[in-house]
Nanobody
Framework: QVQLVESGGGLVQPGGSLRLSCAAS????????MGWYRQAPGKQREFVAD???????NYAASAKGRFTISRDNAKNTIYLQMNSLKPEDTAVYYC?????????????WGQGTQVTVSS
């Protein structure tokens, strides 16, 4: 069974930085697109950034210029470097991935990691 596990969240002051990681584990035969989404209290989950197998990237307008998504295919891991953080970036950040376990391609989610931006 394939799982996605996020890490790296925490409390940071406005203007600070955090680096999130998401590692895929289990029986993995292929990984396609992976990405980050976030959900703030009382709001719907929203797209933050994604990265293709060929490392093409897309960003939400709110993330462009401040966040950088990257991936290490050898480690089955993606990262989200977040700089110049703002209070409105406070949310639970979720990792998403399209992963092949040898039987089917599955659209998987991690459990989420809390990011709080506050002074």
């Amino acid at each position: 069974q394939v799982q996605l596990v996020e890490s790296g969240g925490g409390l940071v002051q406005p203007g600070g930085s955090l680096r999130l990681s998401c590692a895929a584990s289990g029986t993995i035969r292929g990984i396609n697109d992976m990405g980050w989404y976030r959900q703030a209290p009382g709001k719907q989950r929203e797209f933050v950034a994604d990265i293709s197998k060929g490392e093409n990237t897309n960003y939400a307008a709110s993330a462009k210029g401040r966040f950088t998504i990257s991936r290490d295919n050898a480690k089955n891991t993606i990262y989200l470097q977040m700089n110049s953080l703002k209070p409105e970036d406070t949310a639970v950040y979720y990792c998403n991935g399209i992963i092949y376990d040898g039987h089917s391609w599955d659209d998987l989610w991690g459990q989420g990691t809390q990011v709080t931006v506050s002074s």
